[in-house]
C-alpha cells in the first residue's frame, strides 16, 4: 500500500486550503484526518465512512468538510476560514475493514500519510 498525502501549505487567517491523500492498493472503508500541532498531542480532525457518514472535531465543524473519492481511494479535506490554531502537521489515515465507522480513534487505522504541513499566519 502507498500513501501519498500532498496539499499543505502556508495561508493568511481566513483563507483556504485543500489536502489529498491517496492510498493505492487499498480498498478504503473507513478514512480519516488527524492533526499535530506543536508540543501537542495528535488529535482528530474528521472522518468518513465509505458509504458517506462523516463526523468532524467541534473546532473544525462548519469550516472544514472531509471528502473521498472512492473509484481512487482518495480522501481530500476541505479547509475554510483557517484560523492560526488549524496549524499543524496534518495526517490522513485508512482502514480497510468496515464497521464503527466513521471514527475518531487512531487505532481504528491500519494506513497513515507521511503528514503535510498548514500553517496559518499572517
Known amino acids: 500500500v502507498q500513501v501519498t498525502e500532498s496539499g499543505g501549505g502556508e495561508v493568511q487567517p481566513g483563507g483556504s486550503l485543500r489536502l489529498s491523500c491517496t492510498f493505492s492498493g487499498l480498498t478504503t472503508y473507513c478514512m480519516g484526518w488527524f492533526r499535530q500541532a506543536p508540543g501537542k498531542e495528535r488529535e482528530a480532525v474528521a472522518s468518513?465512512?465509505?458509504?458517506?457518514?462523516?463526523t468532524y472535531a467541534d473546532s473544525v465543524k462548519g469550516r472544514f468538510t472531509i471528502s473521498q473519492d472512492n473509484a481512487k481511494n482518495t480522501l481530500f479535506l476541505h479547509m475554510n476560514s483557517l484560523k492560526p490554531e488549524d496549524t499543524a502537521m496534518y495526517y490522513c489515515?485508512?482502514?480497510?475493514?468496515?464497521?464503527?465507522?466513521?471514527?475518531?480513534?487512531?487505532?481504528?487505522?491500519?494506513?497513515w500519510g507521511q503528514g503535510t504541513q498548514v500553517t496559518v499566519s499572517s
Open positions: 468518513i465512512e465509505r458509504y458517506g457518514a462523516t
Open positions: 489515515a485508512a482502514s480497510e475493514y468496515g464497521g464503527s465507522c466513521p471514527s475518531i480513534y487512531e487505532s481504528r487505522y491500519e494506513y
